[in-house]
């Protein structure tokens, strides 16, 4: 069974601002002829790395890091989709995934908390029955508005946030809006945020 390999770069042990961050998006789709791999993640982080992948989500979820040098950036951090395999041929692009899938995605994430140990994981996939929704239920959640984070009036009353307890470890996690029609003013803001955020022990 098929199940892309997370990227991790060679630097996320310094990661960003001393921080471990784990970066999610919904899933990988594929043209008709093009077969699915393990290592796919991996080599769409290469494209990504170079420059050359022409998706234009990598590009804006570096920008709200306010980083410019791609491989850097990507040395620094770690990558997955949140569907462990490809949610179908290009014109699925926009589906949820199976039942079977969000089941083994559920099962993958938390083996990727438990081996990498990230501090913060921010997951840019917020929607109706896509993503954040369908992740394992966190141990506290919270919704909220802009008074309470400080960040304006003006910032989505949908971002959420909570912690999952691993063993010897707690892991943030953010659910922030997919980049495609977000407004970059507002994630460059959420993103500057959760960095500030202090780190849980554990």
Known sequence: MIEHRPWRGSRYESGIEGQQILLVGHSHDRPDDCPDTDALTEEVMAMVRAGT???RFFAQVRSYFRWDDPEDFWQRVMFMNY????????DRRYDCGTPDQITRARERFFRVLDEHRPQKVLVFTNGHNKGWSTLPRLDEEQVTGGRAL????????NFSWGHYTRPGHVAQAFGLRHPQGARTDLMSRAVQHILA???SGG
């Open 53 to 55: 992948d022409g998706i």
């Open 83 to 90: 569907l462990p395999d490809c949610v179908g041929t290009s």
């Open 150 to 157: 400080r960040l304006g009036a003006d910032f989505p009353s």
């Open 197 to 199: 955020v202090p780190t």
